[in-house]
């Protein structure tokens, strides 16, 4: 086999097309998933009675099966439901109207909130409880004693595993190339396949990946960066 160094720099540009999709489903994927996870870690956290112990079940589930599961349950089962259900009520909406690239982030949007919910949660407890006690004694609720006091602290703690989470999910959207969504691996194998050159265009793509991946952690160092400086001289 001859290497084409020509050929890389070639599907390399053609790849960079599919970055916007690549970047939508995980920043979608992920903020989503914080939400959610987020809304797992409380209820687990605060021991809300039936709903703690729906959280934990579907987190250890969530976590315990693969990604390309999860894909394949929402693609091939979700137009099943829905359709269904649109017979049932009478609508002319069918699943096929949907794009493919919803089944995808609805997907990546559950395999990403198990896992946030852990990191979401490791924060939280990271907090001394007292903080939050303290904040009672001075009228605060709850909600304003988490949003203010905890939560800041939290995702401070939390950024590093963020920042994970987010380089998992970007490298795990390779996988939405299964449900047809072109996405930069998608478009890799639609480059190779015009002259059967997939190892040139592999190498173009993780380099984009590489890219994306340095991108990414150092505009994670630069917030880390300035909560730090919010840090130095405070109390412990």
Same mark, same amino acid.
């Given at each position: 086999?001859?290497?084409?160094?020509?050929?890389?720099? %070639?599907?390399?540009?053609?790849? !960079?097309?599919? *970055?916007?999709?690549?970047?939508?489903?995980?920043?979608?994927? *992920?903020?989503?998933?914080?939400?959610?996870? %987020?809304?797992?870690? !409380?209820?687990?956290?605060?021991?809300?009675?039936?709903?703690?112990?729906?959280?934990?079940?579907?987190?250890?589930?969530?976590?315990?099966?693969?990604?390309?599961?999860?894909? !394949? !349950?929402?693609?091939?089962?979700?137009?099943?439901?829905?359709?269904?259900?649109?017979?049932?009520?009478?609508?002319?909406?069918?699943?096929?109207?949907?794009?493919?690239?919803?089944?995808?982030?609805?997907?990546?949007?559950?395999?990403?909130?198990?896992?946030?919910?852990?990191?979401?949660r490791s924060g939280l407890l990271s907090v001394n409880r007292? $903080?939050?006690?303290?904040?009672?004694? &001075?009228?605060?609720?709850?909600?304003?004693?988490?949003?203010?006091? *905890?939560?800041?602290?939290?995702?401070?703690?939390?950024?590093?595993?963020?920042?994970?989470?987010?380089?998992?999910?970007?490298?795990?959207?390779?996988?939405?190339?299964?449900?047809?969504?072109?996405?930069?691996?998608?478009?890799? $194998?639609?480059?190779?396949?015009?002259?059967?050159?997939?190892?040139?265009?592999?190498?173009?793509?993780? &380099?984009?990946?590489?890219?994306?991946?340095?991108? &990414?952690? $150092? &505009?994670?160092?630069?917030?880390?960066?300035?909560?730090?400086?919010?840090?130095?001289?405070?109390?412990?």
């Amino acid at each position: 086999m001859k290497l084409d160094p020509a050929f890389i720099w %070639t599907a390399f540009v053609s790849l !960079l097309s599919a *970055v916007p999709t690549t970047l939508f489903i995980t920043v979608v994927s *992920v903020l989503a998933g914080f939400v959610f996870g %987020t809304g797992i870690a !409380l209820l687990r956290l605060y021991r809300v009675p039936v709903l703690s112990q729906i959280a934990t079940g579907y987190v250890t589930f969530i976590r315990g099966t693969p990604m390309l599961t999860h894909l !394949l !349950l929402i693609y091939f089962g979700l137009p099943a439901i829905i359709d269904s259900a649109a017979k049932s009520i009478g609508s002319s909406f069918r699943s096929v109207e949907i794009p493919y690239i919803a089944f995808a982030l609805i997907a990546f949007t559950i395999t990403a909130s198990a896992y946030l919910s852990e990191v979401v949660r490791s924060g939280l407890l990271s907090v001394n409880r007292g $903080q939050l006690e303290a904040a009672h004694s &001075i009228g605060m609720t709850t909600p304003q004693a988490l949003r203010r006091i *905890v939560f800041p602290q939290a995702f401070a703690a939390s950024l590093p595993n963020l920042t994970n989470s987010l380089i998992g999910m970007l490298h795990g959207s390779t996988l939405a190339f299964t449900v047809s969504v072109v996405e930069i691996f998608a478009k890799a $194998q639609i480059v190779a396949s015009t002259n059967w050159k997939f190892f040139e265009a592999y190498i173009a793509a993780a &380099i984009i990946f590489w890219g994306l991946t340095v991108l &990414i952690e $150092q &505009i994670a160092a630069r917030i880390e960066r300035r909560i730090n400086v919010y840090n130095r001289g405070g109390v412990a």
